[in-house]
């Protein structure tokens, strides 16, 4: 029979062999953060083991899924031990209070491999071939890519983790639970791991609407619609501006959330979390319409070189080689002189887009100098390829126009230009023109009857006038179903190297009425309708204000609108000159606009 001394001291015994126990025999791969938001610049791996034990001995190699070899160099653990609570962490410096730092990006997105090793680091120099000699634990992990096949023979692995499972990769890691099985949940650095729900809420339909069009700075709304919300758990919603309203995911499981009064040009950034320990946590970005109605005139004054799309008036459709700005400008007849720069694009790319409030009724026009540098090699000589179009969403082109070589030989300098609602075999042109020939192209659609109609070289006789002189090509929609509801985007396409030439494009209009998009030329307008010694001084303006003069006592109406073509500063006054302040604008390029007795005169103001 044991004393009660013995007993104490068999139970102190039989505790510290159960505690003992249940921790791992070997230090194991806790959990990995390979893909954050940004630049990867909080990644971690998080080992974990017995509290305050050495980890001589042990090492950490990174596996490369390229080619099934080590990367980044060993990290050789000798001389570092798990902290109170059995954590071990090797990551970059913002991720918190790591043990060894790794450098930022330097933990590859996958697939990919993180191994632990008994044996010395000097054995896994870079391009190690991968192994599971000495394997102590390792996790396989990708971000949406197919199973390494290579790397999961190479250590002995039968499952590969998808960080993105979820669909929130910049939040969530590959964790281990206590069973030895793995979950994708949100992280837990220095912490323990919990099994976290599955999401299933699901946001949706993003629609995002102008409160107002006017000429100075509009506010917007949208409406998201959500399902798959979950009865009696509670959800926090958080937009960085705006006033969130409408169904609340807390309340509902399906429903709309609306925010409103959101200034125009500000992207939103909703943020939804469910609490409870679900794995619902993740921001949606929306991006603001332009609350510009017509018309719109784009000189491209940004820029040379710079990509289309980095400008806030132009936005992305897919990847590849973007439209780019490019110096100098096309000239046209009679036509008012271009100004700012030009674009260029070819072949195949991402396509660009400036959107403006959806027209419903009526007759959208748009025009713009054309010139096709060179002609694409190998090309389509049944279509050739379409390039620009007024359409109504990025996945709906109403109004296509297109550039065919009219042969395939090396040294071909002629092409036709097909137009129409098809998207193939369009309606071509029976004149042909040559590379280098600058075109002067207005294409419209009506939305009462679904007619598109392309003028190629209208005569200057017609420009600003209130007669439209007949098309070069009309297409009509087969039924009326077929008729868009609005047009409200104007569209640049990069087909492929086969559909798309060289192209030059400048002077884009967009607007209601065959006069706005066929504006005169200035000289041509002054020596018609004289506004006499029309003087800016200084321009570029450098002290927040500038003076005009002119020969006349007239009154003048004087308006400066910004690269988007709105109005920001308007003013009238009568007499020979007149000091504008204009300190409330910001630094840029903008055109003024001055009236006097119904005769216009516009010209460039820079403002430092």
Same mark, same amino acid.
């Given at each position: 029979?044991?004393?009660?001394? +013995?007993? +104490?001291?068999?139970?102190?015994?039989?505790?510290?062999?159960?505690?003992?126990?249940?921790?791992?025999?070997?230090?194991?791969?806790?959990?990995?953060?390979?893909?954050?938001?940004?630049?990867?610049?909080?990644?971690?791996?998080?080992?974990?083991?017995?509290?305050?034990?050495?980890?001589?001995?042990?090492?950490?190699?990174? %596996?490369?899924?390229?080619?099934?070899?080590?990367?980044?160099?060993?990290?050789?653990?000798?001389?570092?031990?798990?902290?109170?609570?059995? /954590?071990?962490?090797?990551?970059?410096?913002?991720?918190?209070?790591?043990?060894?730092?790794?450098?930022?990006?330097?933990?590859?997105?996958?697939?990919?491999?993180?191994?632990? /090793?008994?044996?010395?680091?000097?054995?896994?120099?870079?391009?190690?071939?991968?192994?599971?000699?000495?394997?102590?634990?390792?996790?396989?992990?990708?971000?949406?890519?197919?199973?390494?096949?290579?790397?999961?023979?190479?250590?002995?692995?039968?499952?590969?983790?998808?960080?993105?499972?979820?669909?929130?990769?910049?939040?969530?890691?590959?964790?281990?639970?206590?069973?030895?099985?793995?979950?994708?949940?949100?992280?837990?650095?220095?912490?323990?791991?919990?099994?976290? &729900?599955?999401?299933?809420?699901?946001?949706?339909? %993003?629609?995002?609407?102008?409160?107002?069009?006017?000429?100075?700075?509009?506010?917007?709304?949208?409406?998201?619609?959500?399902?798959?919300?979950?009865?009696?758990?509670?959800?926090?919603?958080?937009?960085?501006?705006?006033?969130?309203?409408?169904?609340?995911?807390?309340?509902?499981?399906?429903?709309?959330?609306?925010?409103?009064? @959101?200034?125009?040009?500000?992207?939103?950034?909703?943020?939804?979390?469910?609490?409870?320990?679900?794995?619902?946590?993740?921001?949606?970005?929306?991006?603001?319409?332009?609350?510009?109605?017509?018309?719109?005139?784009?000189?491209?004054?940004?820029?040379?070189?710079?990509?289309?799309?980095?400008? $806030?008036?132009?936005?992305?459709?897919?990847?590849?080689?973007?439209?780019?700005?490019?110096?100098?400008?096309?000239?046209?007849?009679?036509?008012?002189?271009?100004?700012?720069?030009? =674009?260029?694009?070819?072949?195949?790319?991402?396509? $660009? *887009?400036?959107?403006?409030?959806?027209?419903?009724?009526?007759?959208?026009?748009?025009?713009?100098? !054309?010139?096709?540098?060179?002609?694409?090699?190998?090309?389509?000589?049944?279509?050739?390829?379409? %390039?620009?179009?007024?359409?109504?969403?990025?996945?709906? *082109?109403?109004?296509?126009?297109?550039?065919?070589?009219?042969?395939?030989?090396?040294?071909?300098?002629?092409?036709?230009?097909?137009?129409?609602? &098809?998207?193939?075999?369009?309606?071509?042109?029976?004149?042909?023109? #040559?590379?280098? #020939?600058?075109?002067?192209?207005?294409?419209?659609?009506?939305? &009462?009857?679904?007619?598109?109609? !392309?003028?190629?070289?209208?005569?200057?006789?017609?420009?600003?006038?209130?007669?439209?002189?007949?098309?070069? =090509?009309?297409?009509?929609?087969?039924?009326?179903?077929?008729?868009?509801?609005?047009?409200?985007?104007?569209?640049?396409? #990069?087909?492929?190297?086969?559909?798309?030439?060289?192209? #030059?494009?400048?002077?884009?209009?967009?607007?209601?009425?065959?006069?706005?998009?066929?504006?005169?030329?200035?000289?041509?307008?002054?020596?018609?309708?004289?506004? &006499?010694?029309?003087?800016? /001084?200084?321009?570029?303006?450098?002290?927040?204000?500038?003076?005009?003069?002119? $020969?006349?006592?007239?009154?003048?109406? @004087?308006?400066?609108?910004?690269?988007?073509?709105?109005?920001?500063?308007?003013?009238?006054?009568?007499?020979?000159?007149?000091?504008?302040?204009?300190?409330?604008?910001?630094?840029?390029?903008?055109?003024?606009?001055?009236?006097?007795?119904?005769?216009?005169?516009?010209?460039?103001?820079?403002?430092?």
């Amino acid at each position: 029979m044991f004393s009660s001394t +013995k007993k +104490k001291h068999f139970l102190v015994v039989l505790l510290s062999f159960f505690s003992f126990f249940s921790y791992s025999q070997e230090p194991y791969i806790n959990e990995v953060d390979s893909d954050t938001s940004g630049s990867d610049t909080k990644e971690f791996i998080e080992l974990k083991w017995i509290p305050n034990t050495s980890l001589d001995g042990y090492v950490v190699v990174l %596996f490369n899924g390229s080619d099934d070899k080590s990367y980044n160099n060993p990290f050789d653990l000798t001389g570092f031990s798990t902290d109170a609570n059995g /954590f071990f962490i090797l990551g970059n410096t913002d991720a918190g209070n790591v043990d060894i730092t790794i450098s930022n990006n330097g933990l590859q997105n996958g697939a990919d491999a993180v191994a632990i /090793f008994k044996a010395p680091a000097e054995g896994f120099p870079n391009d190690t071939d991968v192994t599971s000699v000495n394997l102590i634990d390792a996790i396989i992990y990708d971000t949406n890519d197919d199973d390494d096949s290579g790397l999961l023979a190479g250590l002995a692995k039968a499952m590969q983790f998808n960080e993105d499972e979820n669909s929130d990769k910049d939040n969530q890691s590959i964790q281990r639970l206590a069973d030895g099985s793995y979950t994708i949940s949100n992280t837990t650095f220095r912490a323990e791991n919990i099994a976290a &729900e599955p999401c299933t809420v699901n946001l949706f339909n %993003f629609n995002v609407s102008c409160n107002t069009v006017t000429s100075g700075e509009d506010t917007y709304s949208t409406t998201i619609d959500f399902s798959g919300a979950r009865n009696g758990i509670t959800y926090t919603l958080n937009s960085d501006v705006g006033i969130i309203g409408g169904d609340h995911p807390s309340d509902t499981e399906t429903g709309t959330i609306t925010i409103s009064g @959101v200034t125009e040009g500000t992207t939103i950034t909703l943020t939804l979390v469910e609490e409870n320990g679900s794995s619902c946590s993740f921001s949606k970005r929306i991006t603001s319409p332009n609350c510009i109605g017509l018309p719109i005139t784009e000189t491209f004054d940004y820029t040379s070189l710079e990509i289309l799309t980095a400008n $806030a008036s132009w936005l992305s459709i897919n990847t590849g080689d973007d439209i780019l700005l490019t110096d100098g400008n096309l000239s046209y007849d009679s036509l008012k002189a271009s100004s700012g720069n030009s =674009i260029v694009f070819d072949g195949s790319g991402a396509e $660009a *887009y400036t959107t403006f409030t959806d027209v419903t009724s009526g007759v959208v026009y748009a025009s713009f100098l !054309l010139n096709v540098n060179a002609l694409q090699s190998n090309p389509d000589l049944t279509d050739g390829g379409y %390039f620009a179009s007024l359409a109504n969403t990025t996945t709906s *082109y109403d109004a296509r126009l297109w550039v065919r070589p009219i042969s395939g030989e090396a040294n071909e300098t002629a092409y036709d230009i097909g137009f129409g609602i &098809e998207s193939s075999n369009p309606t071509k042109t029976t004149t042909t023109y #040559q590379v280098g #020939q600058t075109l002067f192209v207005v294409i419209s659609y009506n939305l &009462e009857n679904g007619e598109a109609n !392309l003028w190629v070289n209208p005569s200057s006789s017609s420009f600003e006038s209130i007669a439209i002189p007949t098309s070069t =090509i009309t297409s009509t929609e087969a039924e009326q179903d077929d008729i868009a509801s609005a047009i409200g985007l104007f569209i640049l396409r #990069q087909g492929s190297g086969s559909e798309t030439p060289t192209i #030059q494009i400048d002077e884009l209009r967009i607007a209601s009425s065959w006069k706005e998009v066929t504006p005169k030329d200035v000289t041509a307008s002054i020596n018609e309708n004289t506004i &006499e010694v029309f003087s800016i /001084f200084p321009n570029p303006v450098s002290d927040d204000q500038f003076t005009i003069g002119f $020969a006349s006592n007239e009154t003048k109406q @004087v308006s400066i609108f910004n690269i988007l073509g709105k109005q920001v500063f308007a003013t009238s006054f009568a007499g020979t000159s007149k000091t504008l302040q204009v300190g409330s604008l910001s630094s840029g390029v903008y055109l003024l606009k001055i009236t006097e007795k119904g005769k216009d005169i516009t010209k460039k103001l820079i403002i430092k």
